[in-house]
């Protein structure tokens, strides 16, 4: 049995685990040593410990990298679960189709989109990345495979659509695109002093914009709480031919000692972003730049150095959103613990798919937090109370350290969903939130 | 439009590789063992853009379905323009040492079914004056060593046979092209823990393109390699037989 160490995107655990590959969709699901479990592997870009197994094993499907169909009259597209989401982009954007959905970063796989049903700058207009599934495969370690569809089986596509890898294998998945004249993008950002502002220009921006999202100065406090750069855009509708390729140009070739962000950097930084010149502009973007800015430094999460990091995001619902996400911003900038950026973006009213999707009207809040260990600790206590108090709840691909009591709380069908799992499958995650109960 | 004739076409290296020619629209015709597996591929180019594809299961070690094979492929491609032979197995060092039937097995499957398919297709791209033929050897092949020399033998022979092709058919418009990978991360070495000299497949498979479009007889890949084999290779046997790695 080979065995490797592993880590996700935030470096805080790394672990040993016992390996397992597909090397093809048509594998049987492998026999594992009774007593252990497996947790289906893509491309461990989820934060925490949601994608990893300690003392268990992982799954890898990196070796189901191959397209199924595409047909480029309806724009509907077959791959394979390990295909990652810059794959289909490069085979597809030049015949004039993008995904509907996607993440900060295109190096996931399909089947990481799925099981964590992951959204968008666009949420607000086309809702999770579960909404576009047309069907896919579950392979389980019972060796039944399911074609799982909103009308077939689709109560094992409500709950494998988010379902944290824990319901068996996805093979491959059948997705409708939406079709774009090209590779760019029509990008206008404007500034707002604080989160009314931010709330009134949403207003607007998102019934113009397909795409908005905010960036937040996470340490300025006071009458400035929640200043900004709100930009927005919208595919261009005229076509340009060139698709850059998606090398890096730049990367963080070693982990240095220490993290590199602390208050000094973060200060600086956070300060020069928000004045930057030039910024109230309209520009032609490639799509790569506007939607995956950190792409193009390969391996950033390095910065924070050997501890690792941690991201926040939840989401506050309905109308006291905008007041818990003062006290959470007021709560961050007092303890000045932040990183660089913080994001800010309106959910629409889209229903997602999953029994555990994290997306729900109201506002959703992401920022890093370098490891600094107590003190950050003290801080997510205090977080975590202000996001329940506001019947919020966090998003599981971004987490390493949620209590349980949290998680249950935000997801109340995580009993349903429960029914759903494979008695083969587990995560450091789930055993994390679901032990006490 | 030039149409290629991959064997072992299942090999991670080899499908790499044909990614990259799919997206130059290229026509393809692609042999492998594993039926499942190799209908994969051969769809998955085809959407990636291979002008066509054509795939046949064959278990490479059944020479005498080799002439058919051919016989085929010449046929889909309209002319055999290219061939690169990818197929392998990482032998078990230590098990071939218990075992004459297994050593030999190896070496029939790394070195001898690449000879028997290596002179029809010599013989057939000669006869039209044009093609290149390109072949994955190893740089285990350069100096037999104690942990793998039933593979690194395998090789060798490979070696040494494409560069006795390689005059031989100087003047006949074909290019022979040995590839010599280091350290690649592939299944075939997913047991191996991996450190700075693994390469990825697609760097590896670009090489390998790079080789065809120049027609440069032998590459080792990536280029590193080649000064750390010439160093290995000028290692006095005094000295190397005392090292074990
Ligand atoms: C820079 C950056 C920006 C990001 N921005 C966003 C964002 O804007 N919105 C957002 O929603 N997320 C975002 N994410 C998070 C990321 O999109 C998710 O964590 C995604 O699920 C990661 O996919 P992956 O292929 O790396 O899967 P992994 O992280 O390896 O796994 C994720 C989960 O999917 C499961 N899984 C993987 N493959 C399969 C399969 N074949 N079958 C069944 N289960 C499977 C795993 O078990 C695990 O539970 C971002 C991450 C980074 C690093
Ligand atoms: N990986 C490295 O580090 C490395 C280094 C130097 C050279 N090489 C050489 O590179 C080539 C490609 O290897 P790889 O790394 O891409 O490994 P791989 O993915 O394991 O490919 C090897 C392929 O050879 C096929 N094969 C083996 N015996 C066969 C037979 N009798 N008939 C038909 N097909 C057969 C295998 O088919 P099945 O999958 O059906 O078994 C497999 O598809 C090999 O020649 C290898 O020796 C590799």
New binding site residues.
């Given amino acids: 049995m080979i065995s490797r160490t592993f880590s ?2 935030g470096s805080v655990v790394r672990a040993r685990h016992a390996v397992y590959s597909l090397a093809s969709r048509h594998d049987a699901f492998p026999r594992i040593s009774p007593g252990s479990t497996v ?9 925490g410990d ?2 990893l197994n300690p003392d268990g094993a992982l799954l890898r ?1 990196d070796a ?1 990298d191959h397209f199924i169909r595409f047909d480029s009259d309806t724009g509907v597209i077959c791959c394979e ?2 295909v990652l989401l810059a794959d289909i982009l490069r085979l597809t954007v030049p015949r004039g189709w993008f995904l509907p959905v996607v ?3 295109a190096h ?2 399909v ?6 049903d ?3 700058k666009n949420h607000h207009r086309v809702g999770s990345f579960g909404n576009h599934v047309r069907r896919f495969e579950l392979l389980r370690s019972s060796a039944e495979r399911w074609i799982c569809s909103p009308d077939e089986h689709p109560e094992w596509f409500a709950a494998t659509v988010g379902g ?2 824990l319901t ?4 491959w998945a059948e997705l409708q695109l939406r079709p774009v004249a090209g590779a760019w993008m029509q990008v206008e950002t404007v500034r707002f002093a604080n989160l009314d502002e931010f709330c009134r220009l949403c207003e607007n921006a998102d019934s113009v914009s397909e795409y908005t999202v905010a960036w937040i100065d996470c340490l300025s406090r006071g009458r400035r709480l929640g200043r900004g750069l709100l930009q927005q855009a919208n595919h261009s509708t005229h076509s340009a031919p060139d698709v850059p390729a998606h090398d890096y140009r730049i990367g963080m070739p070693f982990v240095p000692p220490l993290s590199v962000v602390n208050r000094a950097t973060l200060q600086l930084f956070n300060t020069l972003y928000y004045h930057r010149p030039r910024w109230r502009t309209r520009r032609h973007t490639h799509f790569q730049q506007f939607l995956f800015p ?1 792409d193009r430094i390969a391996h950033w999460n390095r910065l924070y150095g050997p501890r690792g990091f941690y991201q926040y995001q939840c989401v506050v619902p309905g109308e006291r959103a905008a007041d818990a996400t003062a006290s959470l911003l007021q709560a961050i900038a007092r303890s000045r613990q932040g990183s660089f950026l913080a994001v800010l973006k309106r959910f629409g009213a889209a229903t997602s798919p999953g029994l555990l999707s994290f997306p729900q009207q109201g506002l959703t809040l992401a920022l890093d937090f370098p490891n600094s260990g107590e003190s950050l600790e003290r801080l997510f206590g205090e977080l975590d109370a202000l996001v329940a108090q506001a019947d919020g709840r966090l ?1 599981p ?2 987490d390493g350290r949620m209590p349980g009591w949290l998680f249950r709380r935000g997801y109340p069908q995580w009993q349903e969903f429960a029914r759903y799992i494979d008695p083969a499958c587990s ?1 450091s995650f789930w055993r994390r939130v679901t032990q006490e109960a | 439009m030039s149409g290629t004739l991959i064997i072992g076409a299942t090999s991670a290296i080899a499908e790499s590789t044909a990614r990259l020619l799919a997206a130059r629209h290229e026509r393809l015709y692609l042999v492998a063992r594993n039926p499942q597996r190799l209908k994969a591929v051969a769809t998955d180019l085809a959407v990636r853009g291979a002008e066509r594809v054509g795939h046949e299961v064959l278990d490479l070690n059944d020479l005498a379905a080799h002439e058919p094979m051919l016989e085929r492929a010449d046929g889909f491609l309209g002319g055999i323009a290219r061939v690169l032979i990818a197929h392998g197995t990482l032998s078990d060092q230590k098990a071939c040492e218990r075992s004459i039937e297994l050593t030999l097995r190896e070496l029939h499957t790394n070195a001898l079914s690449v000879v028997a398919l290596l002179t029809p297709l010599a013989n057939r791209l000669s006869s039209r004056g044009t093609g290149a033929i390109a072949v994955i050897s190893s740089v285990a092949g350069d100096r037999g060593r104690a942990s793998n020399y039933v593979y690194g033998s395998a090789k060798a022979l490979v070696t040494a046979f494409l560069s006795g092709l390689r005059q031989r058919l100087r003047h006949h418009g074909v290019a022979v092209i040995t590839i010599k990978p280091g350290l690649v991360d592939t299944p075939m070495t997913a047991a191996f823990t991996k450190g700075l000299l693994w390469a990825r497949r697609e760097r590896v498979a670009a090489g390998i393109v790079r080789a065809f479009d120049r027609r440069t007889p032998t590459v080792y890949l990536p280029a590193f390699w080649r000064p750390i084999m010439f160093v290995i290779r000028a290692l006095p046997e005094a000295v190397f037989r005392r090292l074990s790695f």
């Fill in positions: 996700s995107w947790l289906p592997y893509g491309n461990g870009r989820s934060y949601s994608c499907t189901l679960a390990g993440p900060g970063t996931v796989t089947g990481g989109a799925i099981a964590n992951v959204h968008g944290l890898g068996g294998v996805i093979t950190l998003y691909a971004k995560s």
